[in-house]
């Protein structure tokens, strides 16, 4: 009896066993396999093919702004311009928003649970006002520039741009005490509308962001036009970005009927696109311009006869005469003739020479040489003085 008794024991711990494997043992999807198995399905299932396009996507992107990082950080001393190392710091936090974008779409692959979905909530927000945050501080920064030919540090740049990030963590920290703790319900039962509400401040910094970007463009200094173009083409596209997966979170999944299913896939595609847009638009064309050496002066060589003779600069005493004193030299009255030259070594015509008014002879072989100046004319009470009769126009003084 003791024998039957514990054979009928193990038969019956037995099935119980083999139907627990066969429970576990569940047909995969197509493409699942190496252990990859519920609550990861979406990972590996080629049926839901949206799951492998985004984790592909993202998985790019990651490796795209790890290596950009380090190639910054790389080239970090080597950028000696100070108006471009203000710049660096909002790229480097802009690429940690950025990994935590492509590391959050991660989570919309797996099947949701409480604490799941206690991490998109939390930082759903804070990452996207991490990213919109770094592009206002850089479009105050080329405001400055553009105005004022100088920056503000990189430290107090990337220091405003965490202080206005941590209101967007301080408004999800409120919503999720209200709803879960609170009110006592599941952190995944909300509704659409609370989670695009939520969202408000993080659209009122694009919003500035687009704000401050067009007033950059706007600013004296050309030199910085290219980075103002760049920043607020980014924010025209991320605008246009929310508004699309606003309204078809909000609207276009129930007016076509696919309001619980595609809720995830509208939310994990929103992440994957708007951190490729803000790798292609901003992090890199801001990266390439921070590392770009600055242009090096090149003088002009002298000696090189091959050079454009446009580069040479005539001679011409006249240019460097101002405009006050060139009528004294324009005016021929004070100038000597040849005609009267003869007349001057032979001694006569003494007359001639203290007239201020009569033509005055001019001096063989360099015309033009003894030319009064207006402080001479001055110190002389008014009247031009004259050679002495002995000048022979052949010395200067």
């Not at 006002?129 to 479009?139: D, E, H, I, M, T």
Request: with cysteine.
């Amino acid at each position: 009896m003791a024998f039957r008794s514990v054979l009928l024991l193990l038969l019956a711990l037995g099935l119980h066993t083999s139907g627990q494997i066969l429970a576990e043992s569940e047909p995969l999807p197509t493409g699942c396999g190496w252990g990859l198995g519920r609550p990861y399905t979406l990972l590996c299932d080629l049926d839901s093919i949206w799951g492998v396009a985004v984790e592909s996507v993202a998985a790019g992107g990651t490796l795209t702004a790890i290596l950009l990082a380090l190639v910054l950080l790389c080239r970090l001393r080597h950028i000696s311009e100070g108006e471009k190392r203000s710049g660096v710091g909002p790229i480097l936090l802009l690429l940690l928003g950025i990994l935590g974008l492509f590391g959050l779409s991660f989570a919309y692959l797996i099947e949701q649970d409480e604490s799941l979905c206690l991490i998109r909530r939390a930082l759903w927000g804070l990452l996207f006002a991490v990213c919109f945050s770094c592009l206002l501080v850089q479009g105050i920064r080329l405001r400055r520039l553009g105005r004022e030919r100088r920056s503000p540090g990189g430290c107090a740049l990337t220091s405003l741009a965490l202080g206005l990030s941590a209101v967007q963590g301080i408004i999800a920290a409120e919503w999720l005490l209200l709803t879960v703790l609170r009110e006592g319900r599941a952190a995944c039962q909300y509704l659409p509308l609370d989670f695009s509400l939520a969202c408000s401040y993080v659209l009122a910094l694009l919003l500035a962001a687009l704000t401050a970007a067009s007033l950059a463009l706007c600013g004296k200094t050309r030199q910085w036009r290219c980075n103002a173009i760049w920043l607020l083409l980014t924010c025209l596209l991320s605008l246009l970005l929310w508004v699309a997966w606003v309204g078809l979170y909000l609207y276009g999944n129930a007016w076509l009927d696919r309001s619980p299913e595609w809720n995830d896939p509208t939310l994990a595609v929103a992440l994957v696109a708007q951190g490729w847009l803000l790798l292609i638009f901003h992090a890199i064309p801001e990266s390439h311009i921070c590392m770009r050496p600055p242009p090096q002066p090149t003088a002009p060589d002298y000696f090189d006869t091959s050079q454009n003779s446009t580069r040479m600069r005539e001679t011409s005493f006249d240019e460097d005469i101002p405009l006050s004193h060139r009528q004294f030299v324009e005016n021929q009255g004070y100038g000597y003739n040849d005609e009267n030259t003869a007349g001057l070594r032979s001694g006569g015509g003494a007359g001639q020479h203290n007239s201020n008014t009569g033509a005055r002879p001019s001096a063989p072989f360099r015309s033009n040489v003894y030319q009064p100046t207006e402080m001479t004319m001055i110190l002389n009470g008014g009247a031009v003085p004259s050679a002495p009769p002995t000048y022979t126009g052949r010395q200067l003084w």
